[in-house]
């Protein structure tokens, strides 16, 4: 039952696979949104310790190219908080980022 019920999370999952050089890298897909002109993907890297935030002009989600891309979030929270802030010019938002 355990089993059956995580192969399912993993087929709802999006992935993507990076080949670099030798070694295979996966990302997961763990959030999407959209405030004021733009959308966002947020990924999680196989290792689980660092996001990716992927950002595109909301009319063009997800067809066509990305605006940005924004590695290295130690958590979901951080990349979020950096998306309101400069996308969404949340003030409070900005303030936070001061913390991590």
């Not at 990076?18 to 196989?46: C, K, M, P, Q």
């Not at 990305?66 to 290295?72: K, N, P």
Request: contains cysteine; aromatic residues 12%; negative net charge.
């Amino acid at each position: 039952m355990k089993i059956s019920s995580h192969l399912a999370a993993l087929s709802l999952a999006s992935v993507s696979i990076l080949s670099l050089g030798n070694a295979a890298h996966a990302e997961f897909r763990v959030n999407t949104g959209a405030i004021s002109d733009y959308a966002y993907e947020l990924w999680r890297s196989d290792n689980g310790r660092e996001f990716t935030l992927r950002v595109w002009e909301r009319e063009d989600y997800p067809e066509n190219g990305m605006v940005q891309e924004h590695g290295r979030f130690e958590s979901t929270r951080e990349a979020l908080d950096y998306f309101d802030c400069y996308y969404g010019e949340n003030q409070s938002a900005c303030e936070q980022l001061t913390r991590y």
